[in-house]
């Protein structure tokens, strides 16, 4: 069985930092993309960032805030977010990339990011 767990999340002032991780399990981690996704409250989800084995991206929003990783022997993937604005605050998710077109498969469960002012 495929399993996302996200954790890392909490209460930050802006300008403050949080790490993310996603604990993944019951698949092939290293062979596949996994990404990072946001929603916040009356907004639709949106992609933040993702990481395949050779290459990441991230969403305009982020970049240069947010790092992405992934410790393949861990099994786990990570999102580092620096320089946090209100507007990253969101319930942030973990998912597998299904390896067809642009779709994910499987999805943790969320951890909330709320920054403060």
């Known amino acids: 069985e495929v399993q996302l767990q996200a954790s890392g999340g909490g209460l930050v002032q802006a300008g403050g930092s949080l790490r993310l991780s996603c604990a993944a399990s019951?698949?092939?981690?290293?062979?596949?993309?996994i990404g990072w996704f946001r929603q916040a409250p009356g907004k639709e989800r949106e992609g933040v960032s993702c990481?395949?084995?050779?290459?990441?991206g991230y969403a305009d929003s982020v970049k240069g805030r947010f790092t992405i990783s992934r410790d393949n022997a861990k099994h786990t993937l990570f999102l580092q977010m620096t320089n946090l604005k209100q507007e990253d605050t969101a319930t942030y998710y973990c998912?597998?990339?299904?390896?067809?077109?642009?779709?994910?498969?499987?999805w943790g469960q969320g951890t909330q990011v709320t920054v403060s002012s």
């Open positions: 019951g698949f092939t981690f290293d062979d596949y993309a």
């Open positions: 998912a597998k990339y299904s390896g067809l077109g642009s779709s994910y498969d499987h």
């Open positions: 990481i395949s084995s050779s290459e990441s």
